[in-house]
């Protein structure tokens, strides 16, 4: 064995140099979670609203039928439509002989209030449009033509509830909404009120009863109706007109609807209605208006005017002017809604991209996965001559005296001949001694010890290139261990002189713990299936540094392993491509690693990971102008990475949204489903991933847990890596904490 060291002064500063280090990048980085778990707030905030704002508004039906109304006064169940409580007395108002309250329910709706309001422009008639606050937030503008036009608004709730069994808090939050919704809207709240699935006076029973007095008690006036166009059945024209006519002369207080389903009947049969009602003699007025009439007839005043030219101020006596905190919190309340209407369409429509995607991957992986098991199985397929000549093993080693044992004691039982190079990057706990000693108690004469001041994994890989005796290097990690035959398997690629790297098969030694079996999945499925895609495709995007073969010549080609990025792994295979190099997955030379045993350090390592392929494509942009062979990654293989690496996963989290927005607002059982499918596709892929890589299938009933859990922890640290990538941010290659329990080969199952 032979040592090289370097200064005593340059290994003790490493540590605290390490250390600041680390320490401002944490600092830097709590900001940048902060903003991705923001972001996800944002988006989950956008869904519950949208999905909040488009509850059903269901058919116009009492949801209850039969209730007592033992404590309703009979005064009022024989009263006119318009209850309101004065001096804290319950009283009604009927609408005067030969005058129509003309009252629509349910709106806005961006196709019919339109078109009513344009009737009742062109017939010089208001109307009382009792509207719902999830469609006023939805449509303001239409709420403002509304009130400028001369006509009242009323309350019907936010989300069209019957209000007889909710709660104090719901009633007043249905309320409140409304109003803000109408201050944002139009500047203007209101004291009217109707409820939903309400109909004449009569009808208010011991449930509903409370509900208005607390209402009255708040200052609402609450409207009922004395006849009802049933419109909403859609039976025809002319029953709808028929329906609407009250008796003789009797006053009424009208309903239609502008919302709440299919309206083109009510469209036509309204032009008709009024013009039928005017020729009896009627007139048009609000219930502002019926009230005000009321008070007047004792002195002896005639009818109220009719039309939005006889006062508007008569007319929409129930508006009050929004000022303060109302006015601004309606507007932001409007703005939110915007936002929401906007970017739902737009999040659905790059969730179908997504689905594509994902299911084309899916689709993908399977094919050329099937494919290539089949070309590298053939009796007939050869790399070329058996390669037998030695090769140099590469171990950079950084505070591995956990590890570092096995991992020697694992080349040691190597079938191909090699000479193994430890490079020990300035480690403060001891692992040169340990590979030193561990060298000499199995006997080992193939190894060096190289010690050099702490200055990162590429640096070490580097120096161990450049003191490599063959033709061909291997690189290893210092936690991981190979298989006997893993090196001679690894190496038969390079008898093709076109090949100049070779990925090996790295699988997760510690897999016997959740979080180490979701990554035994990951590795299986993500990474080595998705290997087998990408080496028929010949655009192979990533070596893994825990298992990876060299020809020398070509690193030093490439100018060795980069410190651009902290993919150093991703970074120096697009070289290699773009030297014309041919880079090819041998999936018979497999190493065990040790994967993080936390989620913290899970975190840490993918976060590294996703960073520096982001900045190893970033680097290598121009590869996608590269022309011949060279060219392959940039056309082929940098837009397949950048779609099902970094694009895809980054809005995948869109269709667990979307599943939890589809379960709570639309239906249950139907998205369910579609989750369940979905899982199915993905078990079908990864068993078919354990059977091409002879894996016990028992870890997969981890899977359905892997996607609730482990997944949704993938795509935040996606999302902060691409967070730190737009501000500019820079990590440091990150040291995991070791347990030292993946042992040789023969000890994992």
């Given at each position: 064995?032979?040592?090289t060291?370097?200064?005593?002064?340059?290994?003790?500063?490493?540590p605290?140099?390490?250390?600041?280090?680390?320490?401002k990048?944490?600092a830097?980085?709590?900001p940048r979670?902060?903003?991705?778990?923001?972001?996800?707030?944002?988006?989950?905030?956008?869904?519950?609203?949208d999905?909040?704002?488009?509850?059903?508004?269901?058919?116009d039906?009492?949801?209850?039928?039969?209730?007592?109304?033992?404590?309703?006064?009979?005064?009022?169940?024989?009263?006119g439509?318009?209850?309101?409580?004065?001096?804290g007395?319950?009283?009604?108002?009927?609408?005067?002989?030969?005058?129509?309250?003309l009252?629509?329910?349910?709106?806005p709706?961006?196709?019919?209030?339109?078109q009513?309001?344009?009737?009742?422009?062109?017939?010089?008639?208001?109307?009382?449009f009792?509207?719902?606050?999830?469609?006023v937030?939805?449509?303001?503008?239409i709420?403002?033509?509304?009130?400028?036009?001369g006509?009242?608004?009323g309350?019907h709730?936010?989300?069209?509830v019957?209000?007889?069994?909710?709660?104090?808090?719901?009633?007043?939050?249905?309320m409140?909404?409304?109003q803000?919704?109408?201050a944002?809207?139009a500047?203007?709240t209101?004291?009217?009120?109707?409820?939903?699935?309400?109909?004449?006076?009569?009808?208010?029973?011991?449930?509903?009863?409370?509900?208005?007095?607390k209402?009255?008690?708040?200052?609402?006036?609450?409207?009922?109706?004395?006849?009802?166009?049933?419109?909403?059945?859609?039976?025809?024209?002319?029953?709808?007109?028929?329906w609407a006519?009250?008796?003789k002369?009797?006053?009424?207080?009208?309903?239609f609807?502008?919302?709440?389903?299919?309206?083109?009947?009510?469209?036509?049969?309204?032009?008709?209605?009024?013009?039928?009602?005017?020729?009896?003699?009627?007139?048009?007025?609000?219930?502002?208006?019926?009230?005000e009439?009321e008070?007047?007839?004792?002195?002896?005043?005639?009818?109220?005017?009719v039309?939005?030219?006889?006062?508007?101020?008569?007319?929409?006596?129930?508006?009050?002017?929004?000022?303060?905190?109302?006015?601004?919190?309606?507007?932001?309340?409007i703005?939110a809604?915007?936002?929401?209407e906007?970017?739902?369409?737009a999040?659905?429509?790059?969730?179908?991209?997504?689905?594509?995607?994902?299911?084309?991957r899916?689709?993908?992986?399977?094919?050329?996965?099937?494919?290539?098991?089949?070309?590298?199985?053939?009796?007939?397929?050869?790399?070329?001559?058996?390669?037998?000549?030695?090769?140099?093993?590469i171990?950079?080693?950084?505070?591995?005296?956990?590890?570092?044992?096995?991992?020697?004691?694992?080349?040691?039982?190597?079938?191909?001949?090699?000479?193994?190079?430890v490079?020990?990057?300035?480690?403060?706990?001891g692992?040169?001694?340990i590979?030193?000693?561990?060298?000499?108690g199995?006997?080992?004469?193939?190894?060096?010890?190289?010690?050099?001041?702490?200055?990162g994994k590429?640096?070490?890989?580097n120096?161990?290139?450049?003191?490599?005796?063959?033709?061909i290097?291997?690189?290893?990690?210092?936690?991981?261990?190979?298989?006997?035959?893993a090196?001679?398997?690894?190496?038969?690629?390079?008898?093709?002189?076109?090949?100049?790297?070779?990925?090996?098969?790295?699988?997760?030694?510690?897999?016997?713990?959740?979080?180490?079996?979701w990554q035994?999945?990951?590795?299986v499925?993500?990474?080595?299936?998705?290997?087998?895609?990408?080496?028929?495709?010949?655009?192979m995007?990533?070596i893994?540094?825990?298992i990876?073969?060299?020809?020398?010549?070509?690193?030093?080609?490439v100018?060795?392993?980069?410190?651009?990025?902290?993919a150093?792994?991703?970074?120096?295979?697009?070289?290699?491509?773009?030297?014309?190099?041919r880079?090819v997955?041998?999936?018979?030379?497999?190493?065990?690693?040790?994967?993080?045993?936390?989620?913290?350090q899970?975190?840490?390592?993918?976060?590294?990971?996703?960073?520096?392929?982001?900045?190893?494509l970033?680097k290598?942009?121009?590869?996608l102008?590269?022309?011949?062979?060279?060219?392959?990654?940039?056309?082929?293989?940098?837009?397949?990475?950048?779609?099902?690496?970094?694009?895809?996963p980054?809005?995948?989290?869109?269709?667990?949204?979307?599943?939890?927005?589809?379960?709570?607002?639309?239906?249950?059982?139907?998205?369910?489903?579609?989750?369940l499918?979905?899982?199915?596709?993905?078990l079908?892929c990864?068993?078919?991933a354990?059977?091409?890589?002879?894996?016990?299938?028992?870890?997969?009933?981890?899977?359905?847990?892997?996607?609730?859990?482990?997944?949704?922890m993938?795509?935040?640290v996606?999302?902060?890596?691409?967070?730190?990538a737009?501000?500019?941010?820079?990590?440091r290659?990150?040291?995991?904490?070791?347990?030292?329990?993946?042992?040789?080969?023969?000890g994992v199952?």
């Amino acid at each position: 064995m032979t040592t090289t060291t370097t200064s005593r002064r340059g290994r003790r500063r490493a540590p605290s140099r390490i250390g600041r280090a680390a320490g401002k990048a944490a600092a830097l980085q709590k900001p940048r979670v902060l903003l991705a778990l923001l972001l996800l707030l944002a988006l989950t905030s956008v869904m519950l609203l949208d999905g909040y704002l488009r509850a059903e508004v269901g058919g116009d039906q009492r949801v209850r039928d039969g209730a007592s109304s033992s404590k309703v006064p009979d005064k009022i169940l024989d009263g006119g439509p318009i209850l309101s409580f004065r001096g804290g007395q319950a009283t009604t108002v009927s609408v005067p002989d030969k005058t129509i309250a003309l009252t629509f329910d349910d709106g806005p709706n961006p196709t019919y209030t339109p078109q009513v309001l344009e009737i009742l422009e062109k017939y010089d008639v208001p109307a009382t449009f009792f509207v719902v606050g999830s469609m006023v937030s939805r449509y303001p503008g239409i709420v403002k033509d509304m009130v400028e036009q001369g006509n009242e608004v009323g309350i019907h709730t936010f989300t069209h509830v019957d209000l007889s069994y909710q709660s104090d808090a719901r009633v007043n939050r249905e309320m409140q909404q409304t109003q803000l919704a109408l201050a944002g809207a139009a500047g203007i709240t209101t004291t009217l009120f109707r409820a939903p699935y309400s109909s004449e006076t009569d009808a208010i029973d011991n449930y509903s009863w409370p509900v208005y007095q607390k209402l009255g008690e708040d200052g609402y006036t609450s409207v009922f109706v004395d006849t009802d166009s049933d419109d909403w059945k859609k039976p025809g024209v002319s029953k709808i007109v028929k329906w609407a006519t009250p008796s003789k002369s009797d006053g009424a207080s009208v309903l239609f609807h502008d919302a709440g389903g299919e309206r083109s009947q009510t469209i036509k049969a309204l032009p008709t209605y009024i013009e039928k009602m005017k020729a009896k003699g009627y007139t048009f007025t609000t219930i502002s208006g019926v009230l005000e009439k009321e008070q007047q007839q004792p002195a002896g005043q005639g009818a109220v005017g009719v039309g939005t030219g006889t006062g508007v101020n008569t007319l929409q006596a129930a508006h009050r002017e929004a000022t303060g905190a109302t006015l601004y919190e309606g507007k932001a309340l409007i703005g939110a809604v915007a936002v929401a209407e906007w970017a739902v369409p737009a999040l659905s429509v790059g969730l179908m991209v997504v689905g594509v995607a994902v299911m084309g991957r899916f689709g993908m992986m399977l094919i050329l996965a099937r494919r290539h098991y089949r070309q590298r199985n053939k009796r007939r397929f050869s790399w070329g001559p058996t390669v037998t000549g030695p090769v140099s093993v590469i171990v950079p080693a950084y505070n591995e005296k956990e590890c570092i044992a096995n991992t020697l004691e694992s080349l040691a039982r190597s079938t191909h001949p090699i000479e193994i190079i430890v490079v020990d990057d300035g480690s403060t706990d001891g692992t040169s001694e340990i590979a030193r000693d561990a060298a000499y108690g199995l006997g080992m004469t193939n190894v060096r010890v190289i010690r050099q001041e702490n200055a990162g994994k590429p640096a070490a890989l580097n120096n161990g290139v450049r003191n490599a005796s063959y033709d061909i290097v291997i690189m290893m990690d210092g936690d991981t261990v190979f298989e006997p035959d893993a090196v001679h398997q690894l190496v038969q690629p390079f008898a093709d002189p076109e090949v100049g790297a070779v990925a090996g098969n790295a699988k997760v030694g510690n897999r016997d713990t959740v979080i180490g079996a979701w990554q035994h999945i990951e590795y299986v499925m993500g990474f080595n299936l998705d290997r087998r895609m990408y080496d028929l495709l010949r655009c192979m995007p990533t070596i893994p540094g825990a298992i990876g073969a060299f020809r020398r010549d070509a690193v030093l080609q490439v100018g060795g392993m980069s410190e651009d990025t902290l993919a150093e792994d991703t970074d120096i295979t697009i070289a290699m491509h773009r030297a014309g190099w041919r880079v090819v997955y041998q999936e018979h030379a497999k190493a065990w690693t040790e994967a993080p045993g936390s989620l913290k350090q899970l975190w840490s390592q993918r976060y590294r990971w996703s960073y520096g392929t982001m900045q190893a494509l970033w680097k290598h942009r121009k590869s996608l102008t590269d022309k011949g062979p060279s060219g392959r990654f940039g056309r082929v293989g940098m837009p397949l990475v950048v779609i099902f690496q970094i694009v895809t996963p980054v809005f995948a989290p869109l269709i667990d949204v979307f599943t939890a927005y589809s379960m709570i607002f639309i239906d249950f059982q139907a998205a369910l489903l579609a989750w369940l499918a979905v899982l199915g596709i993905q078990l079908v892929c990864a068993a078919y991933a354990f059977r091409l890589d002879k894996e016990k299938y028992r870890y997969l009933l981890m899977m359905p847990l892997q996607q609730l859990a482990y997944r949704q922890m993938m795509y935040l640290v996606l999302i902060h890596s691409c967070i730190t990538a737009l501000t500019g941010g820079r990590l440091r290659w990150q040291k995991l904490k070791r347990t030292g329990e993946v042992g040789t080969p023969a000890g994992v199952s």
